[in-house]
């Protein structure tokens, strides 16, 4: 069973800072790549940022210069680190994770329960 916990979401003022945490857990024999997605309501779930195993990362347009991913893989956790927040990064936030189970030969992915991001102008 894999389950990844998700936490540091909140509400914050425009201009202030969040940083989200996410630890997976269970019979894990790798992992791929983990990041952050975040779906606002009446829209779609978007890719906010991206980190693989070999450290490289991906951002959205939309955050690029606030936001920065980071990972701890001992733990096998993704960290968001979120500056400069604005009223339009208001959403619920995902916890994504691209990887392999012990025993299993393909990947899969999981998600998150989701954490909360409410930004007030």
């Known amino acids: 069973q894999v389950q990844l916990v998700e936490s540091g979401g909140g509400l914050v003022q425009a201009g202030g800072s969040l940083r989200l945490s996410c630890a997976a857990s269970?019979?894990?024999?790798?992992?791929?790549?983990m990041g952050w997605y975040r779906q606002a309501p009446g829209k779609e779930r978007e890719l906010v940022a991206v980190?693989?195993?070999?450290?490289?990362?991906n951002y959205a347009d939309s955050v690029t210069g606030r936001f920065t991913i980071s990972r701890d893989s001992a733990k096998n956790t993704v960290y968001l680190q979120m500056n400069s927040l604005k009223p339009e990064d208001t959403a619920v936030y995902y916890c994504?994770?691209?990887?392999?189970?012990?025993?299993?030969?393909?990947?899969?992915?999981?998600w998150g329960q989701g954490t909360q991001v409410t930004v007030s102008s």
């Open positions: 994504n994770a691209d990887l392999r189970l012990n025993r299993q030969i393909r990947r899969n992915v999981y």
């Open positions: 269970g019979s894990i024999f790798s992992i791929n790549a």
């Open positions: 980190i693989t195993s070999g450290g490289s990362t």
